[in-house]
């Protein structure tokens, strides 16, 4: 029995995002179709977390254990010949037993990508989120440390999620601006229901005026969604990197 | 009667190229259709010229002449919001009667992407060519100064074309790279059917040692489709900007 763990990139926008369900095309079926193709055998993958519909992954891992004969550096190819031509295996490397790809994830990078913009962008339309009012970018990355450490950050989860241990910690959350593009990176040891979305949406509200920086940290403390910001859309939200390794925590 | 030029950004990706045909869908037949919502009147836009499948625009630029109200200043909004999200126009002005987007044209400049990374990446499947072999850069590079200049182009000419002008000039042919992604620009005051991909082509053979940059200025002259390189994909391809002021030429 071998345990292959997979390093996927994929373009979320024709997807409703990565988990198997009844109806609409999902990255897990795509690739497990694939994986039948190839191996001959009905395998089921563990992915390291969901991604909503539109959400997309430079590196996203998912891993499955199987018996096959193809040598696991092949896989990739194989995969790709077959796949769709929105998602990609961008590696495959044999992993030990105990290795599963959610349960062993120590961290994760996100990135989120906004055009700031006089109008909208045909060519960017499903790859960043448009956002056409000023925004005041220094306000913006004054605001980062305020979320890097170790958080309650129930008040930036989805409402209605049932996950009880709400506290996460933000290793690391910049800001870079080029040719009216801002691109927000974000490290942590985990991320609740649309985490990352939310922050974005927080920090574009401040870049709006609509928050204060004073506020922040009264915000985050209070753990109530409705003082945080608005959801930022997911055609923004790229998961960029999944962590295995402890030595990757600063 | 007023004459309107109209600056357009489209992604390419789900067109059937720019020009209005029986069967699929067009950038000119959705423009046309929606000026018919706003001004009510059934209106022909002139293109500065075709785009083929796939192909995008960052400044595609085309007019039309009708009587209508609205402010003009007002049209990139009343026609962006009954526009489908793949089209957008970011400029509006009217311009003198004599005015034609094609006819008054003096030069165009086009952006050639290609990716070349080891795998095939579906984030950048529709906005570039993908090249896998090992692409000697600086041989690319030298082989730019070659093209610029006038010179009879019918080599980079896609075969079955009846143009019988075939000399053109270009003034600035130049190539950066960034992570990955090779950018092509060339400016000319014209471009013959499929030049630019021609033209991005064959520097990718001098790229990959297929062409040597020795034999380029004789290929140029040979005037021969069949000496100059392939013919690269749409969805690498751009049309950026489309020049009225002689002023533009260095």
């Known amino acids: 029995m071998k345990n292959v763990k997979l390093t996927i990139e ?11 369900q009844k109806y609409g095309r999902t990255v897990q079926e795509e690739i497990e179709k694939a994986l039948k193709k190839i191996i001959k ?3 089921k993958i563990n992915g390291s977390g969901r991604t909503d519909a539109g959400v997309h ?5 998912a891993n499955f254990e199987e018996e096959f004969s193809i040598p696991v550096e092949k896989i990739p190819v194989a995969l790709n010949s077959v796949l769709p031509d929105d998602i990609a295996i961008k590696k495959a490397v044999e992993v030990s037993k105990d290795f599963h790809a959610r349960y062993s994830a120590v961290g994760k990078k996100y990135i989120y990508k906004i055009y700031n913009g006089p109008l909208r962008s045909p060519l960017l339309r499903n790859y960043t989120y448009f956002v056409k009012d000023y925004l005041n970018k220094e306000d913006m990355k004054k605001a980062t440390k305020f979320f890097i450490g170790e958080h309650d950050f129930k008040g930036f989860m989805a409402s209605g999620s049932q996950v009880k241990d709400t506290v996460r910690t933000i290793y690391d959350l910049s800001i870079e601006e080029q040719d009216c593009i801002i691109r927000i990176e974000v490290k942590g040891n985990g991320f609740l229901y649309n985490m990352v979305r939310i922050i974005a949406g927080t920090l574009v509200d401040i870049g709006k005026g609509k928050i204060n920086i004073e506020d922040l940290s009264e915000i985050i403390q209070s753990c109530k969604r409705e ?10 939200l790229y998961l960029a990197e999944v962590y295995y390794e402890k030595t990757i925590i600063p």
Not at 10 to 20: A, I, K, L, M, S
């Open 10 to 20: 994929y373009d979320g926008t024709n997807f409703y995002g990565w988990q198997r």
């Open 57 to 61: 992954a430079l590196g996203q891992v």
């Open 41 to 43: 055998k009905e395998v």
């Open 227 to 236: 003082r945080a910001g608005h959801t930022a859309p997911p055609q923004g």
